[in-house]
């Protein structure tokens, strides 16, 4: 079984998407294993993002991530990390696929609803930076 992060974005919880979109993973065969809403600071964003941190959008992306709470998740599935990428379609939600989550949902390449891992590797990093290993818990 393997596992993911995600991350309810900060645009996902304002427009009171939390329970549609976890819907939409659970629906897709996904188990939230880990689950919390947090507010992160600017730091934390850039920490989080930091391997975008040459990127020009980096700084955009810092303030979107920390202007409001989000949901980070562990998902566990087989397949979970190149499932969920395939769920929630492409960064740009123009070019997504009809019915993923950025479809459906996002306004932008930045505003895009989601984040998922993009290897099983990062998926680990990403889940130590969010949870501690008592906050993981499997359903059975
Ligand atoms: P993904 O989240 O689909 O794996 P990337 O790892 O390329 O995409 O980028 C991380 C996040 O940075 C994106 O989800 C999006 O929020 C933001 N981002 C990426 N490209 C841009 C861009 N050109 N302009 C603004 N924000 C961007």
Known sequence: ?????TILKPDCVKKQLIGAVINQIERAGFRVV???KIKLSKETAGEFYGVHRE???FGELVDFMSSGPC????LEKENAVADFRT??????PAEAEEGTVRKLHADSKGENIVHGSDSAENAAIEAGFFF???EVVRNN
């Open 34 to 36: 880990a689950m919390k």
């Open 71 to 74: 949901v980070p998740m562990i």
């Open 1 to 5: 079984m393997e596992r993911t992060l």
């Open 87 to 92: 769920l929630i379609g492409a960064t740009d």
């Open 55 to 57: 990127r020009p959008f």
């Open 132 to 134: 501690a290993a008592e």
